[in-house]
């Protein structure tokens, strides 16, 4: 290995969040840009860890591959390696949930006898081990999940260049492209980048502090190695 190589963790791939032990909801991103990244990373002579929900990875260059299922093993598996210091780079890629299930409910109706009104309630229901089928309607409540990327610089004390991914639906470049900007603001990230789902396949926006360019898809690997100066 290089004497100037970097120690990089990319996250790849969706998360689960559980409604029950048989039953989860998750996204439609399976993680190939994240893997192709990784490996690129890796073709330069760095020690790239993969973090990914992909099942069939083959580990080839890369120095380690950690599968995650749930948001929280994602969660978990983040803070384990970054907290201590183990990498100078962090492209976070992963597709994360936003929301988890923090209940399951079923409706249930009874009868005022004074008024005659309809009643409905809510019952919650036990998600300790699979609910069953025989409930007409099911509710779910949920909640926010904490955002990763804050959790990076603080608390988990990163101090090395962090890489932010960011997708959007239905919008113009210029919306686009001021969304991201805020959003690597907020983050502190070093890059973002940007996508929009009607086009992320042949394109995306790296945004940095001080320059902005649009590359091909295919370029995006080689682009941030370069911006990343590795």
């Known amino acids: 290995m290089p004497t100037d190589a970097k120690r990089i963790l990319v996250t790849a791939g969706n998360t689960a969040v559980p409604i029950d032990k048989v039953r989860s909801i998750t996204n439609i991103f399976g993680g190939k840009t994240g893997l192709v990244i990784a490996k690129y ?8 860890t993969l ?8 580990q080839g260059e ?3 591959v950690i599968r995650f299922y749930t948001f929280d093993d994602l969660f ?5 390696i970054i907290e201590p210091g183990e990498v100078d780079i962090v492209i976070h ?4 949930s936003d929301y988890r299930v923090t209940g399951t409910y079923s409706p249930v109706v009874s009868t005022d006898w004074e008024d005659g009104k309809v009643l409905v309630t ?3 229901l036990d998600s300790s081990s699979k609910i069953g089928s025989e409930y007409p309607e099911l509710y779910l409540k949920m909640e926010p999940t904490p955002k990763i990327i804050d959790q990076i610089r603080s608390p988990w004390g990163f101090t090395g260049k962090l890489v932010k991914f960011k997708l959007q639906v239905g919008m113009t470049d210029e919306d686009l492209k001021e ?3 805020k959003s690597r603001i907020t983050s502190d990230a070093d890059l973002i980048v940007a996508n929009c789902m009607e086009w992320m396949g042949f394109r995306a926006f790296i945004i940095g502090k001080d320059q902005e360019e649009m590359v091909n898809r295919s370029d995006l ?6 911006r990343l100066e590795l």
Do not use: F, N, W, Y
Not at 51 to 58: F, P, Q, W, Y
Not at 76 to 80: F, R
Not at 221 to 226: K, N, Q
């Open 41 to 48: 990373m890796a073709s330069l002579g760095h020690e790239v």
């Open 122 to 124: 809510l019952e919650r």
């Open 93 to 96: 890629s992963a597709a994360v």
């Open 179 to 181: 969304i991201a900007r």
């Open 76 to 80: 978990c598996a983040m803070q384990d």
């Open 51 to 58: 973090l990914t929900s992909m099942r069939d990875v083959d």
């Open 221 to 226: 690997p080689a682009s941030l190695a370069r």
């Open 62 to 64: 890369l120095a380690k």
